[in-house]
């Protein structure tokens, strides 16, 4: 029997890569779909896709439209879905399988990441080789702020409330589950999130205060030790925060040094995949963002060197990294 899945697909606006949303949802193998349109848009329209729209909330945001859309979730699960991004055939059985017989709370994908015609970039999200991610995984990347979580339909219906502060609600709300439930990442790309000029994540304002308090909480409950927010949301959020070189003062530096101290010695000392993802986040922080840090910090420069040395990340490689200081530099990169 195939079971029967819920999909959120909150939009607002209609364009093309709404209907490629819809279509690759459709196309979905060895699973029944309910798909639940959530029309956000802050004018009502009366057109196909309002028709098809299981409920209209106003434009009041994306987490209003999940937290409203999940009332007409009748499925056995309940997975969700951006309105421009694209889905594997297999995406959801693969996941609802995963819930069923890993007996996990939620899975999450890896993502691939592919361009506004949807071709493939690169690959985004998580470490494959933690089965059961813990707190101290997500201290470092966005992990679960994406759109590919899938649970059961009581589970979700009971804890999946997103906060409504805007920009990052989904890692929010990840950060707050994982302390109940298990997330579990499924080690294949099925989920595709699709980058092009006017998606969301390129206009919506992320709240840094908001995120950074986030943050902290979790690193305190994690570690027992909290760093400067600025350092912080740059290890959760790579590609959104950056460091002000203005703000890199001795303090600063002698916070993250004993937080990075201390989460070192609370590594497994067998687990050295995740002690050079950690190393490879907090070194590729400290590289970007200023000349100034290496100068103040001896031991946070070698953590560079050791990170460069192993080339834990293939998409932060020697050369790659250099390219990028080069090119803030004003560098010509052969």
């Not at 999909?7 to 639940?36: C, G, T, W």
């Not at 409203?68 to 421009?84: H, I, R």
């Not at 902290?216 to 400067?228: A, F, H, K, P």
Request: one cysteine or more; glycine letters at 6%; a positive charge.
């Amino acid at each position: 029997m195939k079971p029967e899945i819920s999909v959120l697909l909150p939009f607002h606006r209609v364009d093309r890569y709404l209907e490629a949303a819809m279509e690759s949802v459709i196309n979905s193998k060895n699973v029944d779909v309910q798909m639940i349109l959530i029309d956000d848009r802050k004018i009502k329209i009366d057109d196909a896709f309002s028709r098809l729209a299981s409920v209209w909330t106003g434009g009041r945001g994306y987490s209003c439209a999940l937290n409203e859309g999940k009332n007409y979730a009748t499925g056995e699960y309940v997975a969700l879905m951006n309105s421009d991004d694209l889905v594997s055939r297999d995406r959801l059985a693969i996941q609802s399988r995963s819930v069923g017989e890993d007996e996990c709370d939620v899975s999450v994908s890896r993502l691939l990441k592919v361009n506004k015609i949807g071709v493939p970039v690169f690959s985004l999200g998580g470490n494959p080789h933690i089965k059961n991610p813990s707190e101290v995984n997500f201290l470092y990347g966005s992990h679960l702020a994406n759109a590919s979580w899938l649970s059961k339909n009581d589970l979700w219906q009971q804890n999946m409330i997103f906060p409504t502060h805007g920009a990052g609600s989904d890692w929010v709300l990840g950060q707050q589950l994982i302390k109940k439930f298990r997330f579990q990442q499924v080690n294949q790309r099925l989920y595709f999130y699709r980058t092009h000029p006017v998606q969301i994540t390129k206009h919506e304002k992320y709240n840094s205060v908001f995120l950074g308090k986030v943050w902290q909480e979790l690193s305190r409950g994690s570690i027992g030790c909290v760093v400067n927010q600025s350092l912080g949301l740059v290890l959760a959020f790579p590609t959104q925060f950056d460091v002000n070189p203005n703000e890199i003062s001795h303090e600063m530096i002698a916070n993250l040094e004993e937080w990075s101290n201390i989460l070192m010695e609370r590594s497994d000392p067998s687990d050295h995949h995740l002690i050079r993802l950690r190393l490879g986040f907090l070194s590729y922080v400290i590289w970007r963002s200023n000349p100034k840090i290496h100068s103040i910090s001896p031991y946070l420069k070698e953590l560079v060197e050791i990170f460069l040395k192993s080339r834990v990340n293939a998409l932060l490689t020697p050369q790659v990294l250099m390219k990028s200081r080069n090119k803030e530099a004003g560098f010509k990169n052969d």
